[in-house]
């Protein structure tokens, strides 16, 4: 069966896009996939018990398929962005028949990870083709598949992104018959006001294990671990939907640094904040209004037992 590989960025020009970012002492959360060091990291945090997102949303995928499998069209692409090491695009996979899978496209911003997923699903006779680029590139990828197609964004990548932004460019990137496959993990419910959720999110975000995955790029690159602080803090944001919150991350430099960057070096001062990645954080029907006012309407949804983890399906609105 035939396997193509694409790379719409090299490993020189994200390095190079890395070195931009901490210029500006910025980090965005894709960076933290890089390279086989970020691979482990981040394989080692999501296989914790101490951050049990990851685990739990594909426990909820898992329990969704039978409900979830006669929903999607007889034949389609299957194209999964933040694709990750596979085991969610597998499990999709080996549940269906063969013949309903015209091509499995594999998308992450980490080469390392996308052979990873192809790796996964080397044992399954279905078209397959990884890619490398980022979910914003999301217009030059379409000609890798085609109609209709189910995009996939799993494992809660779809609350690192502001909401608005990235309906909006699913909406105008989805043909009529395409449908959109994302997962969330939602505020918990019943949550006795803002000190209550604070707690809850801490106890989720502030493990030892994920702030090393969050400084494990820097380490990589010659920053010691004692010398920046991981910070985490909620702010609430876009109060006309009942307030939805966000996660604010931050590594604060205490000692004078230096640390390689491709062929040179970046220094980095005692007091430095660098301003890492964000996810939101909203209740099941805030995540329903932000569909409807972009133009989606909901196929499907299945929710976990608990209620904090939702997976959904949803195609553009009809007219």
Known sequence: MRVNKVELLTKEELESRLRVCLERREMPDCFLYLGDSGVRSWLSLS??????????LTTLLVESLPALLPRLPARFSLVSVGVGDG???????????????????????????????????????VEKCGIVAFLEDLPSLRRF?????????????FCNYDPAFILEMLRGQLGADDLFLFDC???????????????????????????????????????????????????????????????????????????A???????????????????????????REYLVRHGFSERELFQSCGGDNVLVLVGRERA
């Open 47 to 56: 296989a914790s018990a101490e951050f049990p997102i990851a685990s739990d």
């Open 145 to 157: 598949w085609s109609t209709p197609a189910l995009l996939c964004l799993l494992g809660n990548n």
């Open 87 to 125: 085991a969610k695009e597998r499990t999709l996979l080996e549940a269906l028949s063969p013949r309903r899978v015209q091509r499995y496209c594999a998308v992450d911003v980490s080469s390392e990870m996308v052979d990873r997923a192809l790796n996964a699903v080397a044992h399954i006779e």
């Open 185 to 259: 993990h939602l505020l918990p419910p019943g949550t006795d006001g803002r000190d209550g959720l604070s707690q809850r999110v801490e106890e989720t975000y502030r493990s030892e294990l994920n702030a090393l995955f969050n400084i494990n790029p820097l380490v990589q690159r010659g920053l010691s671990p004692d010398d920046c602080e991981f910070h985490l803090d909620l702010v609430p944001v876009q109060p006309e939907l009942g307030t939805v919150y966000r996660t604010s991350k931050s590594l604060e430099i205490a000692n004078d640094a230096r640390i």
């Open 261 to 287: 960057l491709g062929s040179g070096e970046l220094c980095l001062s005692a007091g430095d904040r660098i301003r890492l990645g964000f996810t939101y954080k909203y209740t099941r029907g805030q995540l």
